[in-house]
């Protein structure tokens, strides 16, 4: 029997979690970016096959994850400024404001190890205090000192992780915020993510925000994840259709932007010439 959190029964003493999604817009440079590579590599997609095929569908999503996520990651600059050039940056920076006032401490949530160093320092920078960053290359016992860290009253506020390594072992009921920045496939794998914070030793309600950006392949997933959970058994059972299985036709209209962001996208890239593929 599948005992549940939610179930009173079982665990009376166990707060509220209150989950929601944020839904954020693109900027000009992450829809300008966002079509250039549809432009580019759909029409690939049309005229391959096999494992090629699947090779580029994959290759197609994971980008465009990244320029939503910002189009630093996406363009691997690295040692840039990013303000004001991702609208999930900026929104996450509106919510720590206030959930710092608060005297709240936050879990941070991110699939790409990369997009978690650049929070990490840009974080520091804006908000001028430490923030703790763990991924799958820290050993165990560095771990355990962030955890030890993060967990103690006068520690660190803001705790980035790489969505696997939050998955497993980790006890961080100092936090009663968590974001997901991106999502994931599998909403099981971000729920394991959560329970970091959100399990026996919790004294406060659990809030568990997931940014979403509008207009694009992360908005269609989330539809769909939450209609028929459609998405979670393609990826998952190998025998139903994928993503990468999917015509060109039916790729297309998960993965285009919507009508809103359908700008003069030609002239927008001719003023980004940093824009590459």
Known sequence: LRRLKSDKRVIEDLPEKIEMDVFTPLTEEQAALYQAVLTNLLPQVEHASGIKRKGLVLSIITKLKQICNHPALYLKQ???????????????????EVILAEGDKVLIFT???QMGQLLKQHLQEIFARDVLFMHGGIAQKARQKMVDQFQAVDGPSIFVLSL????????LTAANQIIHYDQWWNPAVQEQATDRAFR?????????RTFITKGTLEERIASMLDQKRFLVESVVQSSKTTLTQMSTEELEAILKLSSEFLFDQQSSIDNEEGLSL
Do not use: H
């Not at 696997?164 to 006890?171: R, S």
């Not at 026996?200 to 568990?208: A, L, P, S, Y």
């Open 111 to 113: 699939q790409y190890a």
């Open 164 to 171: 696997k390594v939050g998955g497993f072992g980790l006890n």
């Open 200 to 208: 026996i030793g919790q004294k406060r309600n659990v809030q568990v």
């Open 78 to 96: 690295f040692e840039t400024e990013l303000s004001k050039r991702s609208g999930k940056l900026a929104r996450l920076e509106e919510l720590l």
